[in-house]
């Protein structure tokens, strides 16, 4: 059985930052891409920024140079820096990541269980 662990949500003031941390562990045989989505209230959950095994990353434009990427692939964890916060970035915020668990055959996702980000203006 795969999971993921997420860490580091909280409350912040606008310009501020944050850093999320996502541990996925258990029968893993392969993992893929990993990523961060988010989910405000009312709205429909998102693509914040994934990255491959080999380090290509992608961001959604709201975040884009202010928010970066980056895991361990031999760790399976995968850090999400968030800089100069503002409060739209308010959401739970979800890791994705894409795996073949032992005994299977091909890459599902697999999310944690989300952690809450909160930018106060």
């Known amino acids: 059985q795969v999971q993921l662990v997420e860490s580091g949500g909280g409350l912040v003031q606008a310009g501020g930052s944050l850093r999320l941390s996502c541990a996925a562990s258990?029968?893993?045989?392969?993992?893929?891409?990993m990523g961060w989505y988010r989910q405000a209230p009312g709205q429909q959950r998102e693509l914040v920024a994934t990255?491959?095994?080999?380090?290509?990353?992608n961001y959604a434009d709201s975040v884009k140079g202010r928010f970066t990427i980056s895991r361990d692939n031999a760790k399976n964890t995968v850090i999400l820096q968030m800089n100069s916060l503002k409060p739209e970035d308010t959401a739970v915020y979800y890791c994705?990541?894409?795996?073949?668990?032992?005994?299977?055959?091909?890459?599902?996702?697999?999310w944690g269980q989300g952690t809450q980000v909160t930018v106060s203006s």
């Open positions: 258990g029968s893993i045989f392969s993992s893929n891409a």
């Open positions: 994705d990541a894409q795996i073949i668990d032992s005994g299977g055959s091909y890459y599902r996702h697999f």
């Open positions: 990255i491959t095994t080999d380090g290509r990353t």
